[in-house]
């Protein structure tokens, strides 16, 4: 069974960082890629980060380019994403999602809420 789960969410000040943990289990994380996307209330979900299975490539949104920092641990089978200078409109449900074939696995979401 494919498991995603997330962690490290929570409140935080504008300027304040936080780590995003996603840990997996019951595929062979090193094949494939991960991303992170977010939702914000009234809107859609956007994809904010992507990194390719070996982690050698990745891809932000141009919102948070600079602020934010996707990796991973393919010994851990775990995805990370670093958020720093966080502001008030970074405020969503973040989702880790594995690259499947398929439609892919996402996580149950982790809520970051930044305010002051």
């Known amino acids: 069974e494919v498991r995603l789960v997330e962690s490290g969410g929570g409140l935080v000040q504008p300027g304040g960082s936080l780590r995003l943990s996603c840990a997996t289990s019951?595929?062979?994380?090193?094949?494939?890629?991960m991303s992170w996307h977010r939702q914000a209330p009234g809107k859609e979900r956007e994809m904010v980060a992507h990194?390719?299975?070996?982690?050698?490539?990745?891809m932000y949104a141009d919102s948070v380019k600079g602020r934010f920092t996707i990796s991973r641990d393919n010994r851990k089978n775990t995805v990370y994403l670093q958020m720093n200078n966080l502001k008030p409109e970074d405020t969503a449900v973040y989702y880790c999602?594995?690259?499947?074939?398929?439609?892919?696995?996402w996580g149950q979401g982790t809520q970051v809420t930044v305010s002051s």
């Open positions: 990194i390719i299975n070996t982690g050698s490539k990745t």
């Open positions: 019951g595929f062979t994380f090193s094949n494939y890629a």
């Open positions: 999602f594995a690259r499947l074939p398929g439609p892919g696995y």
